[in-house]
């Protein structure tokens, strides 16, 4: 068993697709601990997991915490790195090991996000190349410098991570993650994509498109008026509210938001120049991307104009 690196899954009602990731992470070379956070689950998985599993950490966490079960699930951990896995992704042999040598390697290194492959097929995930890309300056790190991480493919250094105080509980999941890099990035450590330490994702069915559009907008809200200046805390608020009126729930879900934004205005902190200026980097250089893209798109669909003789 591998004493650097333990693997903390979350899961919520999906007895079936976290039953084969622990199957496959138990498969690994590694063979890491392995530590469940079921959030308040009625399927029967505790049951079934402490039966199958025995030598599996599973946490019942009674209630549904969101993306704060993971903190539950640290806080049990004893090595040195936690890699974080949803249920229904999975580390590829090798990758655990390899985070492990690449962080004992880069000491100003506090989290790595792998690379994500889709499903049986393998196609890269989008948001891994636009990780690879990165304007940032990445001079001695292992790799491209970022300024977040995918939650369920991504390493800490447990310490780090108990530090920084995990998920914010209020977020609950959809975006939780921004809050924590912000948080690790101000703190003066790095945030790197590593390519060579990689998880597949089997994308489960079972997801609410409507509350995670919601619940994304009410997070970006929140951690805006947290972290980030006035221009764009009212800028996300906006769009928060705007996402409510486009499925006409303003009036069911309106008044919790406006709670949830005074919570967040009273703990506000706003990150360093530094930190603003890495995401304004970011955000150019995506906007840059897109422009280029859509460049590239019209100019292929436009016919060629038409010669001389052709309008004769």
């Known amino acids: 068993m591998n004493a650097r690196i333990s693997v903390v899954v979350l899961t919520h009602n999906r007895v079936r697709e976290v039953t084969r990731t622990i199957e496959r992470l138990l498969s690994l070379p590694e063979k890491p601990p392995v530590i469940v956070a079921d959030n308040g689950s009625d399927d029967s998985t505790v049951a079934e997991l402490e039966r199958r599993f025995p030598d599996v950490v599973t946490i019942a966490c ?6 704060a079960g993971r903190n539950r699930a640290v806080m049990r951990a004893t090595t040195d790195y936690v890699a ?19 962080l004992d390697a880069a000491p100003r290194v506090a989290v790595l996000s792998g ?42 250094r447990t310490a780090l ?4 105080g995990g998920y914010e509980p209020r977020l609950f999941i959809g975006g939780e993650e921004e809050l924590v890099a912000l948080d690790v990035l101000e703190a003066g450590h790095a945030i790197v994509y590593c390519d060579s330490v990689a998880t597949t994702h089997w994308p489960s069915p079972s997801r609410d498109a409507s509350l995670r559009q919601r619940m994304l907008a009410r997070n970006a809200a ?5 972290r980030l200046p006035l221009p764009e805390a009212f800028a996300a608020t906006w769009r928060a509210f705007a996402a409510l009126m486009r499925e006409r729930s303003l009036a069911r879900h309106g008044p919790s938001l406006l709670r949830d934004l005074l919570w ?3 703990r506000r902190r706003v990150v360093s ?34 010669s001389n003789e052709s309008r004769q």
């Not at 009674?62 to 993306?67: E, Q, R, T």
């Not at 097929?121 to 491209?144: F, I, K, N, Q, V």
């Not at 150019?284 to 893209?293: C, G, N, P, Q, V």
């Open 115 to 156: 690379k994500v492959l889709v499903g049986d097929e393998r196609w890269l995930d989008p948001t891994c190349s636009r990780m690879s890309a990165s304007p940032l300056a990445s001079e001695g790190l292992p790799g491209p410098s970022l300024i977040g991480y995918m939650a369920g493919a991504c390493v800490f």
């Open 222 to 226: 929140l951690i805006a008026w947290l």
């Open 273 to 306: 120049a530094r930190i603003i200026r890495m995401r304004r980097q970011v955000r150019d250089a995506e906007r840059d991307l897109a422009f280029r893209r859509d460049y590239r798109r019209v100019r292929r669909s436009r016919p060629a104009f038409p």
């Open 161 to 164: 991570f108990r530090e920084i």
């Open 62 to 67: 009674g209630a549904n915490l969101g993306a």
């Open 264 to 266: 967040a205005i009273r």
């Open 84 to 102: 974080f896995s949803d249920d229904d992704t999975s580390w590829e042999p090798g990758s655990l090991a390899e985070a492990v040598r690449v």
